[in-house]
């Protein structure tokens, strides 16, 4: 399954960008993933090319227009039915389980970044837009959120990362943050790596990772750990 992303921004320049390197800039390479990107501002109709205005009701900011915005949609939902996904702070906050759900799904995505103060909510509403956000802050657009999002879902499609058992432990894949890793040197500046972990014994091993796991976890996350612990008592 190739997944198809296309990107809505007034700032197509801005990709691939870090999407372009390392293992997700090979899939690319590879067609794993697809990218279109297509500039909003095509689509505006007057001489000097106006994507935004002021906003009703008053206050600071400009408002990306709702006519513009829906005819750079249409120019993409009309080709084929895909997942609208609009970043906004406004959204549900994006989480690993979200990242899961979207690697496994086979519609096409768009993903539309907005700018300014935002988007005129009625064209979000006549599409149906599904409110995405990346966290608790403010970016100065919807760009970033759309990389870092993309990031994590597409290295969980089959074939992007070359070990996919590396994807099993991982933070958040169990509902728990990971537990440390090591490598070589065995001793670095008088410190050694844990005993366990030379030892050889996998069920060992796994035992010490998963207690761990749980201790980081409840200490950073508690949030986290009481769902953990509902789950697993
Ligand atoms: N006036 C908006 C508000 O207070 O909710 C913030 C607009 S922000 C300056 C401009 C654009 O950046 C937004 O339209 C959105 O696309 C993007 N953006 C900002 N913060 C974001 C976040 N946490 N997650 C996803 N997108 C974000």
Redesign the pocket.
């Known amino acids: 399954m190739v997944h198809k992303i296309t990107i809505l921004t007034l700032f197509p320049e801005m990709f691939p960008g870090p999407l372009g390197h390392s293992l997700l800039g090979k899939a690319l390479d590879k067609n794993l993933w697809t990218l279109d990107v297509v500039d909003i501002r095509k689509f505006a109709e007057d001489k000097h090319q106006t994507v935004d205005d002021t906003c009703f009701g008053g206050g600071p ?1 400009m408002v ?1 227009r709702p006519d513009v915005v829906d005819k750079a949609i249409s120019s993409v939902m009309e080709k084929e039915k895909a997942r609208l996904i ?6 549900r906050v ?1 989480h690993q389980p979200l990242a899961r759900e979207m690697a496994d799904s086979s519609l096409p995505f768009v993903f ?8 005129d909510q009625r064209v979000l509403e006549a599409w149906q837009a599904e409110d ?11 760009e970033l ?2 990389m870092t999002i993309l990031d994590a879902v597409l290295r969980l499609i089959p074939g992007v990362i070359g070990d996919e058992t590396s994807l099993e432990d991982e933070s958040f894949s169990r509902g728990l943050l990971e537990y440390p890793q090591y490598t070589r040197p065995r001793e670095w500046q008088g410190r050694d790596v844990p005993d366990v972990l030379l030892s050889g014994h996998h069920k060992e091993i796994a035992a010490w990772r998963l207690k761990e796991a749980e201790a980081i976890t409840r200490e950073r996350r508690p949030d986290l750990w009481e769902k953990y612990s509902h789950q697993h008592n």
């Not at 995405?132 to 919807?142: A, I, K, M, N, Y």
């Open positions: 900011g990306l609009h970043l906004t702070p406004r959204g994006f539309l970044c907005g700018r300014y103060e935002g988007i995405v956000s990346l966290g608790d802050f403010v970016l100065t657009g919807g959120a759309a």
